[in-house]
């Protein structure tokens, strides 16, 4: 049972690059969610997505998209990176009950 | 007014001292409350969540307060492995959502 997992742990990008930031979990989680966290601002939701092909904004969803093509994956894109990309990014899950939130080990990202 | 205000810190504390971090949050709707950990470059966890009733989980003591809308955590004969930013986190009725705060700093010293 691996819980959260994410890929690539850690990308450099040139501003204009694009890239898909992939989210596993193994824990049949209906519930998934994308964050960003940058120094001074804590944790910042992104995208989210309560079930299998549903996805919502979140409170910072400008140059994000997101796909929930299948119950355990969630994937983030970014079609055009930007330096104020540069941040950590983490990708969590929950089920229906329990209101307790796994996260994955979260991905760095540098976009020069 | 932030929806989630936190002390920063950082919180600089002996072994052994009892340390208390403090917590606000600005929706009275909110339902459900938690502390959450995060070491240093690493993903958050849950810690404890907090009840209406105040719990406690070890040398760790949660308390809310719907009234003042004030979350507290108090940490007892604090460890080195203590050392970490704690997060304040809520959630709203009805809400898919957890709103995070800005986290508060502790380092424990030996």
């Known amino acids: 049972n691996a819980g959260v997992t994410q890929t690539p742990k850690f990308r450099v990008l040139k501003t204009g690059q694009s890239m898909t930031l992939l989210c596993a979990q193994d824990m049949n989680h209906e519930y998934m969610y994308w964050y960003r966290q940058d120094p001074g601002m804590g944790l910042r939701l992104i995208h989210y997505s309560v079930g299998e092909g549903t996805t919502a904004k979140g409170e910072v969803p400008d140059g994000y998209n997101v796909s929930r093509l299948k119950k355990q994956n969630f994937l983030l894109g970014l079609e055009s990176a930007a330096p104020s990309q540069t941040s950590v990014y983490f990708c969590?899950?929950?089920?229906?009950?329990?209101?307790?939130?796994?996260f994955g080990p979260g991905t760095r990202l540098l976009v020069l | 007014r932030k929806e989630v205000e936190q002390d920063p810190g950082p919180f600089n504390v002996p072994e052994g001292a009892t340390v208390a971090f403090n917590c606000t949050y600005s929706n009275s709707a909110s339902q459900s409350f938690f502390w959450y950990r995060q070491d240093c470059r690493k993903e958050p966890k849950l810690l404890m969540s907090v009840y209406s009733s105040g719990n406690e989980d070890g040398r760790f003591t949660a308390q809310l307060n719907r009234a003042s809308q004030y979350i507290s955590l108090l940490i007892r004969d604090s460890k080195l492995s203590d050392s970490a930013t704690y997060l304040c986190v809520v959630k709203g009725a009805g809400s898919y959502q957890l709103t995070f705060g800005k986290g508060t700093k502790l380092s424990v010293i030996p």
């Open positions: 969590a899950s929950k089920d229906r009950v329990s209101e307790t939130q796994y």
